[in-house]
């Protein structure tokens, strides 16, 4: 018995696969970086578990949310220049999605 593996549809999925995870982190990067640049810095306040260690303390949650604030403040763009950016990030986390969601539909109805 011998098994033999077809070389090249090894490597068009590997191709595929990294194409996609570059464009996915890619895109997702620039939309948080311009999500940044509009003035809507997101703050995640973390999960807390029953019996699990928090590993953030609530003084640094409160850091965070006034560094954010500062942030937000201190920003040097116009309103106009603000609103572009976040059209921009919200763009790029549609790419993301649809990235994503033509990945589901090759999975799902390309066999």
Not at 43 to 63: L, M, Q
Request: glycine content about 8%.
């Amino acid at each position: 018995m011998t098994i033999e593996i077809d070389w090249v549809a090894f490597l068009q999925v590997f191709a595929a696969a990294f194409t996609a995870a570059i464009v996915v982190v890619g895109f997702y990067a620039v939309a948080l970086r311009l999500l940044v640049r509009a003035g809507k810095v997101p703050v995640v306040v973390p999960a807390e578990f029953t019996d699990a260690i928090t590993i953030v303390s609530e003084k640094d949650i409160r850091r965070a949310n006034k560094a954010a604030a500062k942030s937000a403040r201190k920003n040097p763009l116009t309103d106009g220049q603000r609103r572009i950016a976040l059209v921009g990030a919200y763009a790029c986390f549609g790419i993301c999605g649809l990235a994503v969601l033509g990945g589901l539909l090759l999975i799902l109805f390309n066999h």
